[in-house]
């Protein structure tokens, strides 16, 4: 059965890995929903956090291909309840509509938003949440002159205690030469995040 | 008095010298052992090869033909030596002839640097003269792929280039390097090669309690069945797959990159698996209880349809790449690591056995496949001579000691079948792509990796045509290639499918061909065209003692069939051993 798989892959900062990585899934004409890349909290190493909908069977094959790129120090991947995951939202909305309608004001306070520009001509809105809530008030403020939205690519962190960062500082300080014991976790996954 | 530290750098600043990125590249391929590059030159790669001309006594340039040429002659030599291949090509049409090539080499696991000149590093993006962006052309066909702009970087990414081509799965390698940075001259402190990537493990680290499990399935196996592929020979595990093999008595089927892993008149060899493969080690896939599968991939023209593949066996699953384990086929045990290291581990642990019983079962198909097809393809009752004759004369005059590099199609699938084989990396063919023109400059490659031995070269009407150019190769370096044409005057696998699948039509499949014998006298090579059974061994007799390269075209039937067959969209115990038990 597909379900929502969010991949956590850390890489090197290289140039052509992006292509590399984003190929495995276009090869195989598997659709990524959200891509998000960015630098971790080691220097030197990425982050990328890449939505897809597919079988587990299927999520676990794509993760040993990408974990065989080099340049790819590791790949897991979660089930939505693993992780706690978060999009950011901005809503551009004409200022007089919220100045005129106070209940789009009440809307906007029940969904969250925040504002972060405030201009004569408009405001713009901010939501952190998940995608029904950030869908949610696209529905709402369309009726009311919604100018411009944007979203961002997901970003998760997992759930388990210990996390990802113990084990990249590893890798940081890993001597050349030395046996890294990887590759055997993608198949206990339940164990990967105790270790 | 000066201090011990400071003589050390004294000596150190003695050994940087300021040369050019070009220098460096010829410097750091000699450091890493290379001796032959497959190439052509071009504009973007001008200062490489006028760096190559001072050292041309140490580094010898085989001018090829065409890039494809070029790359595929480089597969060959690595896969006859062992050793890594490289190939210089220029920027632009020059790298992108390279693309089958590389295709091919990362689909079969061959170790290749491929360098390829590139336009200025300020004109990149800009359409220049022969720009083309090779990276990402090349990305999904490379093991790793790098652009160098500065000569800085050179030694460095040449040190990787080799480490990553080599190790691990073997695969090829790219590095595009501008034209700036072959000029540009550094202070450059000599070469150092490369043995760690943190982002890149060769080798996955062997679990122990896996080889336990193995061995415990195996010693209690009824029917136990060993499946090898090219994994063998890459690790150089061939006597460790020997030695498993005799202490366990389980019959060993190959793959068609494994074959010559075990020696193809070993008793416990029953043959080659796959579409065209033999007949007990399909059939009998499907009656094994333990599927032991060692350096191989489970290609579809291996297993079939999957879901009527090894339906009664549990699966050990030995290989180098964890990519593989349960990509095609559900493992019992997978067995990660380099088999030359598993091997020896799991046969500590198996006990000393015999499966006789089991092994006449492959005997018994073996008589079976004798009498329907290999003894009327040995011996036809008519005067039209068969591909697997001439593989057959060929093996008794070599002893099966000769390379033999085959091209696509029906011959050589025959090549496969019949070729007796002592020795691994003696039969060179393009297996997972199967790119037809491979045949004749991969067997210029290979007598380059293997000069003592005979190469021959054995291939269709079809593929010979694709590269014929590299005639001009053999006639200006004098490789000693044998290049052996069976002529059957169709694209005769595609045409055999065409009877088979098609209702006969046969639709483009008839293909003409030159007078080969008057092409190879232009090129300054000698041969002869023979269609009759009395010349055939004669022939391939002068074919080999010939001195130097020799083309021998041997007319065979034209209609002719490869048997046994897996057909298409079947399991492999569906195999096939005439057109009317489709
Ligand atoms: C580059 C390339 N193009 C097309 C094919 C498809 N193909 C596979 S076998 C074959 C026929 C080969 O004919 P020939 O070289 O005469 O060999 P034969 O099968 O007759 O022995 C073709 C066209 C291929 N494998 N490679």
Redesign the interface.
């Known amino acids: 059965m597909k379900k929502e798989f969010t991949i956590t892959v850390y ?2 900062n290289q ?2 890995l992006l ?2 990585v984003a ?1 495995i899934f276009s ?1 195989r004409k598997i659709n990524i929903d959200s891509l998000n890349v960015s630098p971790s909290e080691i220097e030197g190493i990425h982050r990328f956090t890449i939505l897809i909908n597919e079988t587990e069977e299927v999520v ?2 794509l993760c ?2 990408i ?2 790129q ?4 590791k790949a897991y991947f979660n089930l939505d309840s693993e992780i706690i995951w978060q999009e950011l939202a901005l809503y551009k909305v004409p200022t007089e509509v919220i100045q005129e309608k106070a209940y789009v004001e009440r809307l906007l306070r029940e969904h969250g938003a925040s504002v972060v520009v405030l201009r004569k001509d408009y405001t713009v809105f901010e939501v952190v949440g998940q995608r029904q809530e950030t869908d949610k008030l696209v529905e709402v403020l369309q009726p009311y002159g919604l100018i411009e939205f944007v979203r961002s690519a997901r970003i998760a962190i997992i759930k388990d205690s210990k996390g990802f960062n113990q084990k990249l500082r590893e ?1 940081e300080y ?1 001597e ?2 030395e ?6 976790y ?2 206990q996954q339940k164990e990967v995040f105790t270790y | 008095m000066v201090s011990e530290e400071l003589k050390e750098v004294k000596k150190d600043t003695a050994l940087i010298e300021n040369i050019s990125g070009s220098e460096i590249v010829i410097r750091s391929l000699l450091a890493e052992g290379t001796n032959v590059v497959f190439g052509y030159p071009g504009g973007a790669i001008m200062p490489i090869y006028d760096a190559l001309y001072d050292y041309q006594d140490q580094l010898e340039h085989i001018l090829v033909r065409h890039e494809q040429g070029g790359i595929h002659a480089a597969q060959g030599f690595a896969r006859a030596s062992s050793k890594t291949g490289v190939v210089f090509a220029t920027s632009g049409p020059g790298a992108t002839n390279l693309v089958t090539g590389l295709a091919d080499a990362m689909i079969d696991s061959t170790p290749l640097v491929c360098i390829t000149g590139q336009v200025f590093a300020h004109l990149l993006g800009t359409d220049a003269f022969q720009e083309t962006d090779v ?2 052309i090349t ?2 066909v490379t ?5 160098v702009t500065d000569a800085s970087e050179i030694a460095d990414a040449i040190a990787k280039g080799f480490y ?1 081509a080599s190790t691990g799965r073997p695969g090829p390698v790219l590095i595009d390097i501008t034209k700036n940075a072959q000029l540009q001259k550094i202070d450059f402190e000599g070469y150092q090669p490369c ?7 060769p080798k ?2 062997i ?1 122990h309690e896996y080889i336990t499990k193995a061995a415990e399935i195996i010693n209690q196996a009824k029917k136990p069945f060993i499946v090898f592929g090219q994994g063998v020979v890459l690790g150089n595990a061939e006597k460790h797959l020997e030695h498993f093999v005799n202490k366990t008595g389980i019959p060993a089927a190959w793959t068609i990159l494994g074959a010559g892993a075990l020696a193809t008149d070993h008793p416990l060899n029953v043959g080659m698996v796959g579409m065209h493969g033999n007949y007990g080690p399909n059939l009998l896939t499907n009656e094994c209880d333990v599927l032991i599968a060692i350096g191989m991939r489970f290609d579809d023209r291996v297993t079939g349809r999957l879901d009527k593949y090894a339906t009664n066996a549990r699966i050990i699953h030995l290989d180098i ?3 593989e ?3 095609n086929v559900q493992t019992t045990v ?1 067995v ?1 690591g380099d088999c030359a290291e598993t091997l020896p581990l799991l046969s500590r642990l198996v006990k000393e056995n015999s499966h006789n019983d089991w092994l006449k079962r492959f005997y018994d198909c073996t008589k079976q496949e004798i009498e329907k097809v290999i003894k009327p393809e040995m011996h036809p009752e008519n005067d039209v001579l068969t591909m697997a004759e001439v593989i057959n004369i060929l093996n008794e005059l070599t002893n099966g000691d000769a390379v033999i590099v085959s091209d696509v199609g029906q011959h050589q699938m025959v090549a496969c079948r019949y070729a007796k084989l002592n020795t691994s990396r003696c039969n060179i063919t393009s297996g997972g792509l199967g790119t037809m023109g491979f045949g004749l400059p991969a067997a210029i490659g290979a007598k380059y990796g293997a000069p003592d031995k005979h190469v021959v070269a054995v291939i269709g009407d079809g593929g010979i045509q694709m590269t014929i150019q590299e005639f001009g190769t053999i006639m200006q370096f004098g490789a000693a290639v044998k290049i052996l044409i069976l002529n059957n005057q169709f694209l005769g696998m595609v045409r055999q499918w065409q009877q088979l699948f098609h209702d006969k039509r046969y639709s483009f499949v008839n293909i003409t061909s030159p007078d080969y014998v008057t092409v190879a006298k232009g090129y300054g090579i000698e041969g002869r065209s023979i269609s009759q059974r009395e010349q055939l061994k004669e022939s391939l007799q002068t074919m080999l003692n010939h001195d130097g390269a020799y083309l021998l075209e041997v007319m065979v039937g034209k209609e002719n069939n490869v048997f046994p067959m897996v057909p298409q969209g079947r399991g492999v115990s569906e195999i096939v051993l005439a057109a009317n038990e489709i």
């Open positions: 890489t090197e140039i052509g292509n590399r190929i090869r676990r094959k040993r291909q974990e065989k080099i340049g790819v120090l890798f890993r050349p030469g046996e890294v014991i990887e590759n055997e993608l198949n | 990276l990402n990305t999904p093991k790793w792929n790098y652009q990553i043995n760690h990537i943190r982002s890149y493990k996955p680290t679990r790449d964890p990519a384990i349960d990509k997978p990660w």
